[in-house]
């Protein structure tokens, strides 16, 4: 009887959140920011989603789909999916290294020229379209916009467990859904009025 | 399998062009479930809510596109 009372003792007690590491984790494994403050569905939900869309967006579009030089904006959108994003990155890099050892591209061919691409970006994506690793269109845009768009979603995950570590909120809500809870509130001020 | 599994994320897939706006539904379905997973209280009500979501935003996203489509018919 003793050891029960004191686990729910130690139960009842909040654990005292770190909101940077929330964050932290969220962003770097989709989903640990919210099995950090024990929504642990929540949590294994975000990771599957965030991790399968990515790859199958990486898988539209090749090992290129994350180029932090070609398309910049689009390349931190993709940073958001944390691990997947970081691999992904990774993988390019190699491939490129392999490329610029092999002296199939330049350096130089990286540059941007007044945010237009260069004729040497383009020569570049000749190369790799005779690699058979160029992005071409339709592909292209599916790919980036999987990667990127997930990579934002799961930001706001990581804003998410963040807020709700910062306000000291651990665990699934308790009750029902705010609409249930909304209509029994007005049942119960229906019946005080009616009982006036 | 390695093999395959190599290609599969080395090599861009072709993706015919006919087939790309069916694309944006597995798109939408994803944003549902991470905003519902985020949004929604009652953890019970999430596959009801994600689906009213996705079609919220592909409703939303074809009413856009015909209104598109007819402005360019009506004046252009």
Redesign the interface.
């Known amino acids: 009887m003793e050891s029960i009372d004191k686990n729910s003792k130690k139960m009842d007690k909040p654990l005292k959140k770190i909101w940077l590491l929330a964050a932290f984790l969220a962003w770097i494994v989709p989903g640990a920011g919210h099995l950090y403050i024990n929504r642990r ?2 949590g294994i ?2 990771f599957f ?2 991790t ?2 990515f ?2 967006g ?7 789909t994350v180029d932090r030089h070609c398309h910049p904006l689009w390349f931190y959108a993709q940073m958001g999916a944390g691990i997947n994003g970081v691999v992904s990155w990774h ?1 390019q890099k190699v ?1 490129y290294n392999e490329l610029l050892d092999s002296h199939d591209i330049q350096q130089s061919d990286l540059l941007m020229q007044d945010s237009q691409p260069s004729d040497s970006l383009i020569n570049r994506d000749k190369k790799l379209a005779e690699k ?5 269109p ?6 980036r ?2 990667t990127g ?2 990579g934002m ?2 930001m ?2 990581a804003f ?1 467990a963040a807020l709700l570590c910062l306000m000291g909120i651990s665990g ?2 308790a009750g ?3 609409k ?1 809870k909304d209509a029994t509130d007005q049942d119960s001020t229906n019946q005080k009025n009616r009982d006036t | 399998m390695n093999c395959f599994t190599a290609i599969i994320f080395y090599n861009p897939l072709e993706i015919p062009w006919q087939l790309v706006p069916w694309c944006i539904i597995p798109l939408c379905i994803s944003v549902g479930i991470i905003y519902k997973t985020l949004r929604c209280e009652d953890i019970a009500r999430l596959p009801v809510e994600i689906t009213k979501f996705t079609f919220y935003v592909i409703g939303g996203l074809a009413c856009v596109c015909l209104a598109a489509v007819a402005i360019y018919h009506l004046f252009l």
Do not use: C, Q
């Open positions: 569905t929540r939900i975000i989603t965030v399968i869309t790859w199958v990486v898988a539209a579009g090749g090992v290129m993988r491939v058979k690793i160029a992005l071409v339709p592909g292209e845009d599916v790919a916009a999987y768009i997930i979603m799961n706001l995950a998410d699934e809500p029902g859904s705010m249930e």
